[in-house]
């Protein structure tokens, strides 16, 4: 079945910087479009970027200019997000999600399940 | 950034009952090519969040008949025709139409 599938929770220090992962499988990875999005205990929905698999083409926030970089390794249909210079206030839940095309309106169809991520 | 605001912020349904959200955009979410980017997503508790409607009122796949959409423009709706035990969770408006994406706060949904 169509499904990404994160790594693992995280735990890192102020001033450093976590990469987490997203493997897709089910589907051709390089067709979609893959978003992060994240969200801090008790809060909401917050996107952060996008990155087209197949053109390496990425697009963020800009809250998160100068800080993310979303890349894709297509041998391994997997997708990563690094965030660097981590503070308190990253500390999250990070999701990504496909963008699920035409057929959808784009709309964020398949989410994987999620990577703690704590900065402390 | 464009601004979802969402209305109620928390909602208690007695199951058989009917239930509706609202969600405001700061813009429009109608492109040139005539499709609105506005979704509804529902994050059931310990979950990721689930698309339930696409494009204002399409149901995503397994969405079941008694979640619909509607609204145009900046102003939407979603309405549960009856709810149901399985649908507590938080539902999201999300609009697509405007970087950077966003979201609406979020309205907390609980069976009474």
């Known amino acids: 079945q169509v499904q990404l599938v994160q790594s693992g929770a995280e735990v890192k220090k102020p001033g450093a910087s976590v990469k987490v992962s997203c493997k897709a499988s089910g589907y051709t990875f390089i067709d979609s479009d893959i978003n992060w999005v994240r969200q801090a205990p008790g809060h909401g929905l917050e996107w952060m970027g996008w990155?087209?698999?197949?053109?390496?083409?990425?697009g963020y926030a800009q809250k998160f200019q100068g800080r993310v970089t979303m890349t894709g390794d297509t041998t391994l249909s997997t997708a990563s997000m690094e965030l660097s210079s981590l503070t308190s206030e990253d500390t999250a839940v990070y999701y990504c999600?496909?963008?699920?095309?035409?057929?959808?309106?784009?709309?964020?169809?398949?989410w994987g399940q999620g990577t703690m991520v704590t900065v402390s | 950034d464009i601004g979802m605001t969402q209305t109620p912020l928390s909602l208690s349904v007695t199951p058989g009952q009917p239930a509706s959200i609202s969600c405001k955009s700061s813009?429009?979410?109608?492109?040139?090519?005539?499709?609105?980017?506005l979704y509804w997503y529902l994050q059931k508790p310990g979950q990721s969040p689930q698309l339930l409607i696409h494009e204002v009122s399409s149901r995503f796949s397994g969405v079941p008949d008694r979640f619909s959409g509607s609204g145009s423009g900046t102003d939407f709706t979603l309405k549960i025709s009856r709810v149901e035990a399985e649908d507590v969770g938080v539902y999201y408006c999300m609009q697509g139409r405007h970087l950077p994406y966003t979201f609406g706060q979020g309205t907390k949904l609980e069976i009474k």
């Open positions: 813009q429009s979410l109608l492109h040139g090519n005539r499709k609105t980017y």
């Open positions: 990155m087209n698999p197949n053109s390496g083409n990425t």
């Open positions: 999600a496909r963008g699920g095309g035409p057929m959808v309106n784009f709309a964020f169809d398949i």
